[in-house]
């Protein structure tokens, strides 16, 4: 079977797996994308279930859990599956993190851009899927996620590891109005001269902040932007799709 994202483990945690898509591998000669996440396509079930279809085969797992992202700061537990065994129970909570403790149920991402980011108990037994665009940066949703994260499960922020998945890179992130769209809490990541943002330095400094161990930070610095044969990107492409981030408990 053809790899459909790139695979990331967890240095020492047990049973947890990572799978970050490259969607734009296979595009037709018609120009389509059938591995698109997006969910642009509401009244043709086929095509957008293919996509999840061929990532839970992936991961041989029949269930997943995906919420409507909508920039904000709220992490979900326990959720119910919305997609089962190739059947779509509809999407219809509105958060941009979830978590579970359940074998064989995958958290689902959706990006083009935005900074997925996945964590996990060094038990094995607790993981969690969040979406951090950069209005998540601003509202500081990766300290108040791995917070909610460990209070839940009652864990210790140091026993947590975290990875952020393909988005944009520093280069690209561009900020013409930054005085109105930050504050000045945030000017150490921000060049005057370019106009860009270091997203990528800011979540790392916000997940230390709250406990999370240097050692326990993992990134692959894969720019969404400047990889179009993998990753859709909405900054380059404005319509564009949605590419997915998948964490599990075998």
């Given amino acids: 079977m053809d790899l459909v994202g790139i695979p990331f483990i967890f240095p020492g945690v047990s049973g947890v797996r990572c799978l970050f898509q490259t969607p734009c591998l296979d595009k037709t000669k018609e120009g389509t994308y059938p591995n698109d996440l997006g969910n642009h396509f509401p009244a043709d079930i086929e095509k957008k279930t293919f996509g999840r279809r061929r990532i839970m085969k992936q991961a041989n797992i029949s269930q997943l859990i995906e919420v409507e992202q909508v920039h904000g700061d709220v992490l979900l537990f ?9 059947n779509a129970s509809g999407v219809t909570q509105q958060a941009d993190g979830i978590s579970t403790t359940k074998k064989g149920v995958g958290l689902l991402i959706r990006t083009a851009d935005c900074q997925p980011i996945l964590l996990a108990h060094k038990s094995g037994h607790y993981i969690a899927a969040i979406h951090v665009g950069w209005r998540g940066n601003r509202i500081e949703f ?5 917070k909610n994260f460990c209070s839940y499960y009652k864990v210790e922020p140091s026993e947590v590891l975290v990875v952020r998945g393909p988005s944009l890179s520093p280069a690209y992130a561009k900020f013409t109005s930054f005085k109105e769209e930050w504050d000045e809490d945030f000017d150490p990541w ?21 406990g999370i161990l240097s050692k326990n930070i993992f990134s692959l610095d894969l720019c969404t932007y400047l990889l179009p044969e993998l990753f859709f990107s909405y900054r380059r492409d404005s ?10 408990i075998e």
């Fill in 142 to 146: 990766p300290q108040t996620a791995v």
């Fill in 78 to 86: 326990e959720s119910e599956p919305t997609f089962y065994k190739g």
């Fill in 239 to 248: 319509k564009c799709g949605r590419q997915g981030s998948l964490i599990w």
């Fill in 190 to 210: 921000f060049s005057i001269e370019t106009e860009t943002m270091d997203l990528w330095e800011l979540t790392c400094f916000q997940l230390k902040s709250v």
